[in-house]
């Protein structure tokens, strides 16, 4: 599906939508000058780390584009914001509540929700907060690595306003270098606030 500004996706890749939101989502795209560099591999699951984390306008930036484009996303938000106001709209955005405080169990839930469907695109940020932190948190690479699925890196370049979208990344085992190789996808990118 997606919008004249997107590229589409392939068959296997879990979509969501009709013209009318994937109009509207590269309606905002395009009014605020951002465009796509790259597709989203064709697959049924896969987990997506987007970086560099910044701003809270990385989220209705991050929803225009998954509209855009009739990507059905899952992504994790912080259970408080799952209330009676905020909570109905969230999950119909993709999303599930998860509790920090026990970080392991959000890998083995996140595991679990990947084996018990057939498509599931996981976006996560790896850097875990909007705050400029000096490594990324692994909890992304454990949930590829557990889950047997592949890890797509996107960055959002705010210097550029581009949308770049890399290519399918099997990890394999080895986390140091494989978070080396993901990082030098995201080295010259801006986020929306230096850090």
């Known amino acids: 599906m997606g919008s004249e500004i997107a590229p589409e996706l392939g068959a296997a890749t879990p979509q969501r939508g009709n013209a009318l939101s994937a109009g509207l989502g590269g309606w905002a795209l395009r009014l ?72 392991g169990g959000v890998v083995t839930e996140t595991v679990r929700l990947f084996n018990e469907r057939e498509k599931m695109i996981l976006v996560l940020s790896p850097e875990g907060t909007r705050s400029a932190v000096e490594r990324w948190k692994t909890g992304f690479y454990r949930i590829a690595v557990e889950a047997g699925v592949p890890i797509i890196p996107v960055a959002f370049d705010w210097g550029l306003r581009r949308i770049r979208i890399g290519n399918c990344f099997e990890p394999t085992g080895d986390v140091a270098g494989d978070l080396e190789v993901l990082g030098a996808f995201y080295a010259d990118v801006e986020g929306r606030r230096r850090g």
Do not use: E
């Open 32 to 103: 605020s000058g951002w465009r796509f560099d790259g597709a989203i591999p064709n697959v049924a699951k896969g987990v997506v780390i987007v970086a560099p984390h910044t701003s809270n306008w990385d989220f209705p930036l991050g929803v225009a584009a998954m509209f855009a484009l009739g990507l059905r996303a899952v992504y994790l938000g912080k259970h408080t914001l799952f209330n009676r106001v905020l909570g109905p709209t969230m999950r119909w955005l993709g999303g599930v509540p998860v509790n920090r405080s026990s970080p």
